[in-house]
């Protein structure tokens, strides 16, 4: 990357703030990379402000303003490298569910003055505005995650995240299957791996919360769940949570199941 | 005749060191301070109206998405919501366990806010990252201390940021006596680095301010209130949690996307750290009464900018109870109580580390959401913020601009605004 110590920046837009303290939850590792790289621009942290460019921007969060629509092209304008962090950024986050519903409903639901409010009908991720360099995916992402690829653009390798799904993590960490042994519903085989298997090691199914794993047969999912007595409003509402503006997750809830 | 003092206009576009998008306005003319404006333009998310349809257990894993900040603060709010409303109350071992996740939320959030976010005000830096390179001990004690919190918010949540364990009615899974041990090693350095934390921060230097505040907070008879209680202030307020709506009114405002909050018929109020630590200051620790008495810290504690040394008090007494609940821990037979659903509304409100945060949920005889709203802290902080920033400028307007605007945002940040969770709100009633 770039001569010297690489300029990073971190960017918001619609989200909970949850991906970019990931980065602040580096309680171990802060320090060193305050050390390898220079912070340029990252408001949660500092109100230091160095200009771009940026060989590195971190966007956490889904365009939902017209203004927002505004400031994506200048983000990815100012940026070396764009890598979008976390759900919202990557597949339009919860926010998204609006995608299914009449935006105008749901600000007289919030508003008592909705023509304050400045708000777009849909919620869409960085990658629907502009080209993205790398998603890291998760709601929130991993911290491991997170450093692993701040780690390979600062060296200029591919960072190295794997796209197969929670079921071979699960394997891995020897946990029974909760949807075998249990008939606990689980999106574990349809999901990305990335969080380390959490909530099979906790007993309850996989929610989907790190979008669709690569090569996914969600149809197939649905058809076994179904046999097991989920209902067809369980399963659309299952697939319709933080990643329900991902693809395969949405054709999936919008599928006429006949 | 003193000079005359020049109209003034004091502007952040963009607060730095909170979570969220927010700015502040301030205008003056002839002496007075005649706009004060904590803009809030974070786009809305809508949560409360998304929730409508779903199903009674989803309220945990979806509200906790409202703020990666306290996640656990609306995932507790939600259960206790949506027990009520199903007629449910989950005590012993269960209560207890919740309180210890709870007490990992304070310690990681008040560690965060106290060195990451507020020191650096009192020491003149624009970052911890640059304060540190002055001040690294003090920096790697509160990321160390953050990180504890995060350990005890990993163990029983499975991560710290929405964690998965949390369920209505209990856990999907509790941990044995034997998992809790090394927790219990690290809380104790925690203590130790929290009790340094009331020192150093009590050094800092103190800007005057004193308002006469109402504040509002959990009250309880038999312990410091995180999830219990009922809700009082110092002016005489003392109503159950399900009363909340009949005493507080919240209006909308055109440079915010949060409602503004307020107690009828009284107006503003203040809820968080300072409102806790007046009107539960007995409940306290020994350890953490006798570090407040040793820095001087009484109640009523007014001036907002003793609220970060107010907060190292609350991480002293979180390590102290997080110690004390995994003493007297005995793993549970199960990790939930049933709970079937049922038409109705019920109520929830716990103390999230910037102050009480509301829900509310309907539901029908089906267990599905018919309405549902959402009161976090600092919606209905934002007009004891800008009530604040108004006599703090009125009494400041000599200062150079520069100064003086630095020094608002400081008096913004006393309540570690997250604004993130702010806009989120519902005014509407239905029928």
Known sequence: MARGRAKLAVWKFASCDGCQLTLLDCEDELLAIAGAVDIASFPEASRAHVAGPYDLSLVEGSVTTPEDVERVQAVRKASRYLVTIGACASAGGIQALRNFASVQEFLAVVYARPDYISTLERSTPIAAHVPVDFELRGCPIDKGQLVEVLSAFLIGRRPNIPTYSVCFECKRRQNVCVMVAAGTPCLGPVTQAGCGALCPSYCRGCYGCFGPADTTNAPALSGWLQGTGVSRPDLVRAFRTFNAGADAFREESERDAG | ?431
Not at chain 2, 178 to 196: I, T
């Open chain 2, 1 to 431: 005749m003193p000079a005359k003092t020049p109209n003034r206009t004091l502007r952040i576009p963009a607060l730095a060191r909170v979570e969220g998008e927010g700015g502040m306005f301030i205008r003056t003319r002839d002496g007075r301070v005649t706009d004060v404006e904590l803009r809030i333009f974070e786009p809305p998310r809508f949560f409360e109206a998304f929730l409508r349809g779903r199903r009674y257990t989803e309220p945990p894993d979806i509200t906790a998405r409202i703020c990666g900040i306290c996640p656990v603060a609306y995932q507790m709010s939600a259960c206790l919501a949506i027990e009520s409303a199903c007629g449910v109350t989950v005590d012993g071992p269960l209560h207890d366990l919740r309180r210890l996740l709870y007490c990992g939320e304070w310690i990681e959030s008040h560690a965060l806010h106290v060195y990451l976010l507020h020191a650096p005000d009192f020491l003149g830096y624009q970052s911890a990252i640059e304060m540190a390179r002055d001040h690294r001990p003090d920096v790697e004690r509160g990321l160390q201390l953050k990180k504890v919190g995060n350990d005890i918010l990993g163990l029983l949540g499975g991560r710290a940021i929405h964690p998965v364990n949390v369920r209505v009615g209990g856990f999907y899974r509790v941990p044995a006596r034997a998992e809790l041990e090394p927790l219990a090693e690290r809380l104790r350095w925690a203590r130790d680095a929290a009790v340094a934390t009331v020192r150093w921060v009590a050094g800092f230097d103190f800007p005057d301010l004193e308002p006469d505040y109402e504040f509002v907070a959990l009250r309880s008879d038999d312990c410091y209130p995180i999830l219990e209680g009922r809700l009082g202030s110092n002016l005489g307020l003392d109503i159950a949690v399900d009363e909340f709506e009949e005493h507080v009114v919240e209006e909308q405002v055109p440079h915010s996307t949060a409602l503004h909050a307020r107690l009828r018929d009284r107006g503003p109020y203040l809820t968080g750290p300072l409102a806790r630590f007046n009107l539960n200051f007995a409940q306290l620790s020994p350890l953490a009464l006798e570090l407040s008495r040793e820095v001087g810290l009484e109640p009523p504690v007014r001036n907002p900018f003793r609220s970060i040394v107010v907060r190292a008090v609350e991480l002293v007494y979180a390590c102290d109870e997080a110690l004390r609940l995994i003493a007297e821990y005995e793993m549970p037979a199960r990790a939930s109580v049933a709970v079937t659903p049922r038409a109705g509304t019920g109520c929830g409100c716990t103390e999230a580390p910037r102050g009480i945060l509301y829900h509310r949920y309907r539901l029908d005889e089906n267990g599905t959401i018919t309405h549902a709203r959402i009161v976090p802290p600092t919606s209905q902080n934002q007009a004891t913020i800008e009530a604040d920033l108004r006599a703090f400028v009125e009494a400041r307007l000599d200062l150079p601009a520069a100064l003086l605007t630095r020094q608002c945002e400081q008096a913004i940040r006393n309540y570690d605004p997250c604004i993130s969770c702010a806009t989120h709100f519902l005014t509407l009633e239905q029928a």
